[in-house]
């Protein structure tokens, strides 16, 4: 169990510009989740997914916005044409196959990113 | 709609004092379970407790006691005889019964000086 592994660690780039940021589960985790903290605030949840398919999203996910998970393993979430208000640290999260909702996620360290 | 709320923004004690921190949540579903996640600078959330809703047992580990009280909808915390190394921000949060989203409070900042 090597846990949850978010890269890059900060990110700073332009306003307008692509941004993509991967995140690696913990091996055999099925379940895969994104959120967003922002300065001084609990995390918010962006979006789900359950192997390759995106099951949840959140409407704080903006059509800039896109996650993928293509084969089931890691996760690329890509911001097109940042913006300032999209300065945040981006959490990734995992559960194991099978877990119930009382199951606990277990978080990256998180990418942060700095638009300027 | 579900809701966390943790009021306390921070709280700063010596070391070896007691500490509590406040959690409450609103949700109108029968089945929902109530999560507590510390963030040490590092960023990343470590899990440290959940409760069901069907469950007002409270539960010590080591040092970490918690409270449920379902018929004030609080979730509080306590850390006996805190240490420099529980400086870290601890967040409440609630998830409901078929829903993936774990719903989080603002945290509260603790900081244990020596």
């Known amino acids: 169990d090597t846990g949850v592994s978010q890269n890059p660690r900060h990110k700073i780039t332009k306003r307008g510009q692509n941004v993509t940021f991967r995140c690696d589960p913990i091996s055999e985790h099925n379940r895969l989740y994104w959120y967003r903290q922002t300065l001084g605030q609990g995390p918010e949840f962006l979006t789900y997914?359950?192997?390759?398919?995106?099951?949840?999203k959140s409407r704080l996910l903006s059509d800039r916005f896109s996650a993928e998970r293509p084969k089931g393993s890691f996760s690329t979430l890509e911001i097109q044409r940042t913006e300032q208000g999209d300065s945040a640290m981006y959490l990734c999260?995992?559960?194991?196959?099978?877990?119930?909702?009382?199951?606990?996620?277990?978080f990256g360290n998180g990418t942060r990113l700095t638009v300027t | 709609a579900q809701k966390v709320t943790q009021a306390q923004t921070e709280i700063s004690v010596v070391e070896k004092e007691d500490v509590t921190l406040d959690c409450v949540y609103e949700?109108?579903?029968?089945?929902?379970?109530l999560f507590w996640y510390k963030q040490p600078p590092s960023g990343e959330l470590v899990f440290l407790i959940r409760?069901?809703?069907?469950?007002?047992q409270n539960e010590i580990s080591g040092r970490y006691s918690w409270n449920f009280q379902k018929s004030t909808s609080s979730f509080n915390f306590t850390i006996t005889a805190s240490q420099v190394v529980d400086s870290a921000v601890y967040f409440c949060a609630l998830r409901s019964a078929g829903f993936q989203k774990l719903v989080f409070g603002t945290g509260t900042r603790l900081l244990v000086s020596p």
């Open positions: 999260a995992s559960s194991p196959r099978d877990s119930s909702y009382n199951s606990p996620l277990h």
């Open positions: 409760r069901n809703s069907f469950d007002e």
């Open positions: 949700t109108r579903d029968t089945t929902y379970y």
């Open positions: 997914f359950q192997n390759e398919a995106q099951l949840e």
